[in-house]
Every structure is written in structure tokens, then in C-alpha cells.
């Protein structure tokens, strides 16, 4: 499959194969949230890059999980600590604009090896099981902010760090959840901010993310149906296994072979 330039996929002229694999990406990584909670951006970044690029990648799946996720929102925000929510938002507010710097200065094939790499370093923390189990404290929650947006900024990978940092407290698993949405929500507007002054959004950029979004919403709401029958046991490793073909398959190295 030839790499298309930017321009070309954001003008919405790519070829038939590349949109069903684009569009097959962004069914599996909403299936991986709706089924398990997480993984979206850690399947989608790695092959979405791989055939449009992560400058174009980025942003739209910002848009796309923005919206998806704004329907949990205002209950979180309700319960949510404000306090933490912003010491943490506080730390990223260093991390997005780094890892958008990032994104903007490093050349396609050294993004698509960084992006890889995060994958499976995230990966390997998730699986690890391994949480944080002390107080939380100002200088870690905003430490851990600043990881986070790091992750953000670059893959929109945000996520592990803080899951690690907070499910390891004793508050019940409904605050923590409200805390992590409040938080997402929060850095979402920075890292929109931040594309925005990095000019990385443009008009075009829509014509990849209404297919998108719609793919992305339709394996949401199957992989939601899918959990609710069998419950997470089972599927928290299949997204393990999907992130982990992610990450290793979109790998720089084996284009000659795969695209």
C-alpha cells in the first residue's frame, strides 16, 4: 500500500483499500473501549500512522474520542475532585505542548518508531497490573500529569499513566472513574489548543473523521453489547493482544511487507 501524501489523505483522496483498512482500525479500537474500557488509542495510532500519518492520526482521533466521550461527561464532572482533576491538567498543560512540538518537528518515520515504542511500553504497564497504592500527593498527581500529556500530545495515549496512578487508591472505583473522565475532558480542550497553534487542524481534517467517528461509534457500542453479556475477564486480554499486534505490526520495518 503507497504512503500517501498528507495533503492527499486529508483531502479525503485515498484509495478504496486504505479506507477500509482506516475504517477497520477505527471499529477495532472503539471495540477495544466499549468492551474493555481502554485501548483505543493504542490500536488505532500505531496502523492509523502507518497509512496516513500521525500528524493527520492525532487529531483525528482527538476529535473522535472527544465526541464519543462527551455523553460521560456530565455525571463524572458532578462527582468528580476538581481539586485533583486540575493538580493533574496542571502537569499536562507541560506535557501536551511538548509532545505536540514533538509530533510536528519529527520526521513521519521517526514518529511512526516513537509511536510504536510508547505503544508497547503502555502495553507492558497495563499488563503489569502494577498500580500506585500510596497517598496521592501534589508533586506526583502533577509528575503524572506531565507523563500523561506527554503521551497525549504524541499518540494520544494518555491513558495508562493515570490509570495506573489513581485505580490504586482505596476511593471507590465510581470517584476514581469520575476523576479520569473529568481529567480527559480536560486535557482534551489543551490538546486541542495545542494542535491548534501547531496548525495541525485543518477544514479537511473532516473528511477523515465523520467515517472515522462513525466506525469508532459503531465498535463502541458493539464492544459496550459484548461486555454487558459476558463481562471483562476474557476480552481485557483479547485488547491486550490487539494492542500488542498494534504496535508490532505497524512497525517501520516490515512496510515492504504488509503495505
Request: aromatic fraction near 10%; glycine fraction near 12%.
Amino acid at each position: 500500500m503507497t504512503h500517501l501524501p498528507l495533503l492527499s489523505a486529508m483531502s479525503g483522496g485515498l484509495p478504496a483499500g486504505t479506507w477500509a483498512f482506516l475504517l477497520a482500525v477505527a471499529t477495532v479500537a472503539g471495540l477495544s473501549r466499549g468492551f474493555s474500557g481502554f485501548g483505543a488509542a493504542l490500536i488505532f495510532m500505531p496502523l492509523a500512522s502507518a497509512v496516513i500519518g500521525p500528524r493527520a492520526a492525532a487529531p483525528v482521533l482527538l476529535i473522535v474520542d472527544a465526541v464519543a466521550a462527551l455523553s460521560l461527561l456530565p455525571d463524572a464532572w458532578r462527582r468528580s475532585d476538581k481539586r485533583r482533576v486540575f493538580l493533574m491538567a496542571g502537569g499536562a498543560v507541560l506535557g501536551i505542548p511538548l509532545g505536540t512540538i514533538a509530533l510536528i518537528t519529527l520526521d513521519r518515520l521517526t514518529m511512526r518508531w516513537v509511536i510504536s515504542g510508547i505503544t508497547c511500553a503502555l502495553l507492558a504497564l497495563l499488563v503489569s497490573g502494577w498500580r500506585y497504592h500510596g497517598r496521592p500527593r501534589s508533586i506526583a498527581t502533577v509528575l503524572v500529569g506531565a507523563m500523561s500529556g506527554l503521551f497525549s500530545g504524541i499518540a494520544g495515549a494518555g491513558g495508562p499513566p493515570v490509570i495506573a496512578y489513581w485505580l490504586g487508591s482505596p476511593e471507590p472505583h465510581s470517584f476514581i472513574r469520575a476523576n479520569i473522565v473529568g481529567y480527559f475532558a480536560v486535557a482534551t480542550v489543551i490538546s486541542v489548543v495545542s494542535y491548534c497553534v501547531g496548525g495541525l487542524f485543518v477544514w479537511h481534517i473532516v473528511a477523515l473523521c465523520l467515517p472515522v467517528g462513525f466506525a469508532y461509534a459503531s465498535g463502541l457500542l458493539l464492544g459496550a453489547r459484548l461486555f454487558g453479556l459476558s463481562g471483562d475477564a476474557g476480552f481485557r486480554w483479547v485488547s491486550y493482544a490487539l494492542i500488542a499486534a498494534s504496535g508490532i505490526g505497524s512497525l517501520p520495518i516490515f512496510d515492504q511487507s504488509i503495505w
